[in-house]
């Protein structure tokens, strides 16, 4: 029981365990900024595309 005590105080005193921690939560918030960039990105362009789209004569000829 003294050994696991000994590990679990040098697990806790460690530094690995934190930075690790510091590591995923950086990614993590990276990953959100950006998504979220990607998001408004792709929204932007699809606008500009519908904008185009609704301004192009259709194609179509009569009789």
Known sequence: MN????RAKSFLKSEEGPTATEYAVMLA???????????GLGTTVNDIFTNVDTS?????SGP
């Open 56 to 60: 192009l004569p259709t194609g179509t």
């Open 3 to 6: 050994a696991f005590l000994t």
């Open 29 to 39: 918030l990276i990953i959100i900024v950006a998504l979220g960039a990607i998001t």
